[in-house]
Each structure stands twice: as structure tokens, then as C-alpha cells.
């Protein structure tokens, strides 16, 4: 199967599908965003190594920036309608996306709430609509909608092992520095084993993984809202070499920073 096209979304990205039998996207690498997908009807599947998620009407499907997309119609039913989200989060935002994992960054809710289904749906209304500032209305309805799916992430884990929280903390505190394993480890109390164990059992990340995910939103967040120059903006994300930094960057974003700079969206 070819690698289905996309661009990374600078900060939000939003469509209404209703697909017939064939539909299907693979992006065996992800993409530098994060992406949720609500079914409305039909049924779909979400492929991952060593099984698939069926998803029906009332299914959100969460996936984390760098996760392998292969997502389609489920085979037997021949339709699937999806409301979908790729977007930049705020960092405060994170907390409150740690559903239940499937596999990998593959992460999912069942919550059959019809007013928060039309709220998603209002997302997408209000950024293809008129409105003067229709991106930051959206952006903003999107956190109420993920506010309202943390409301019914009732897993035995969320709130998780308090050594995990930590490392997260510690690593956003520092995502200008160099950052190993071992140093997140130390700041915990774990080993640098023990960490990697239980930071992937809870988030579905690596924590290389994850550091650098987070270095990415920054830098991207940083292109999009402020002029600094790009050697500015790799130190800041904690990369010494504005090289290494841009070839990251791409791999990430589809595109390298000054590109990604450049692609203004619509007021």
C-alpha cells in the first residue's frame, strides 16, 4: 500500500468524511501532529502491528504525533463517517490526553455523548466558516472537546504512577537542554530500565520518543508565533546543531522550518 499524502497541520486541521469501501490511509511513519477521530456512523478500522481496532458510532480514536497510520473502511460494513482533528496541543493540554492505550500511541474512548459529538462536528463548522478569527474560535472549541473526553477517561490509571508525572514535568521543564534517559531516571528515582518501562506502559512513548515530540511542537509553535531566527528557535527546542535541527524538523513536519514558517494559514 503507498504511503497516503499529507502535510503536517501547523496548528489545527480539521475534516468531515463519509467513505465507502476502499478508503484507507497509511503513513507507516505517522505524521508531526497529533490526531483524533470521532465515528459518527459506519464503522472503521485502525490497523496496528499484531491486530486492528474496530471503531463504530460513538468511538474516539486519539493518535500521537509520530504513531503509523493505517486507518480505513472495516471491510464487512463498506462505510465509515468521521469527524477528524489533526492539531498542534497546547502544552497544558497534555494531561489530558492520556487515554487508554491500544497499542503504540494508538489510544482510544468509548463515550457515547451526543452533545460533545456536536461540539467536534462544531469544530470543524467554525474553522471552514466566515468568522474573522474562525482558527482560534476552532482551536479554542477543540480544548473544550477534549476537556469533555477527559471528563470520561474513568481508566484506573489516570492518574497513573506519580514517578511518570514527574518525568513528564521534569522533561518539559528542560526541553532546552541536553536530555538522556539517564538524567529523567535520576530526577525520578528510577533506573534508567525501570523508567522506560513504566513511561511507555502508561503514555505509549518512548521517552526519547516523547522528548523529542515535545521538542518538535515547541519549535513549531515557536516558528508559527514569533520571528526568531531558526538557530534561535533549534536552541530553544534543545538542538545545538541548526542542521540536525532542520532535518528533524522535517522528518516531523513534512517540510523544514522556513517552509513551514511561510505556509501562513487564513485569518
Known amino acids: 500500500m503507498a504511503e497516503s499524502p499529507y502535510q503536517s497541520a501547523r496548528r489545527l486541521l480539521t475534516g468531515h468524511f463519509d467513505e465507502t469501501s476502499g478508503y484507507r490511509a497509511v503513513r507507516r511513519r505517522g505524521v508531526g501532529d497529533w490526531l483524533l477521530v470521532h465515528t459518527t456512523g ?15 458510532a460513538g468511538d474516539w480514536v486519539l493518535l500521537r504525533p509520530g504513531t503509523p497510520h493505517d486507518y ?10 468521521l469527524v477528524w482533528a489533526h492539531f498542534q496541543p497546547r502544552t497544558e493540554w497534555l494531561d489530558w490526553l492520556a487515554w487508554p492505550v491500544v497499542s503504540g500511541g ?3 474512548l468509548r463515550i457515547e ?8 462536528a462544531g469544530v470543524h463548522a467554525v474553522l471552514t466558516g466566515s468568522q474573522l478569527r474562525r482558527e482560534a474560535l476552532a482551536f479554542n472549541a477543540l480544548e473544550a472537546v477534549l476537556l469533555g473526553c477527559d471528563g470520561y477517561n474513568e481508566r484506573e490509571a489516570q492518574a497513573g504512577d506519580g514517578r511518570v508525572r514527574k518525568a513528564l514535568d521534569f522533561i518539559e521543564d528542560r526541553l532546552a537542554e541536553k536530555l ?17 518501562h513504566v513511561f ?6 518512548t521517552v526519547q520518543g ?13 516558528l508559527q508565533r514569533t520571528s526568531f531566527p531558526v538557530k534561535q528557535i533549534a536552541a530553544s527546542a534543545g538542538f545545538e546543531s541548526q542542521f540536525y535541527f532542520s532535518q528533524r524538523f522535517k ?11 511561510q505556509q501562513t494559514p487564513e485569518s
Do not use: N
Open 180 to 196: 538522556l534517559i539517564d538524567d529523567v531516571a535520576e530526577a525520578v528515582g528510577l533506573s534508567a530500565s525501570r523508567l522506560a
Open 113 to 120: 455523548d451526543a452533545g460533545l459529538a456536536a461540539q467536534f
Open 72 to 81: 480505513g473502511v472495516e471491510a464487512t460494513l463498506e462505510r465509515w463517517e
Open 210 to 222: 516523547h522528548i523529542e515530540a515535545r521538542r518538535m511542537q515547541l519549535a513549531a509553535d515557536l
Open 200 to 205: 511507555r506502559e502508561e503514555t505509549g512513548e
Open 251 to 261: 522528518k516531523w513536519m513534512g517540510g523544514s522550518p522556513l517552509r513551514f514558517r
Open 106 to 108: 494508538l489510544m482510544h
Open 42 to 56: 459506519g464503522r472503521g478500522r485502525f490497523g496496528y502491528a499484531g491486530g486492528e481496532l474496530i471503531v463504530e
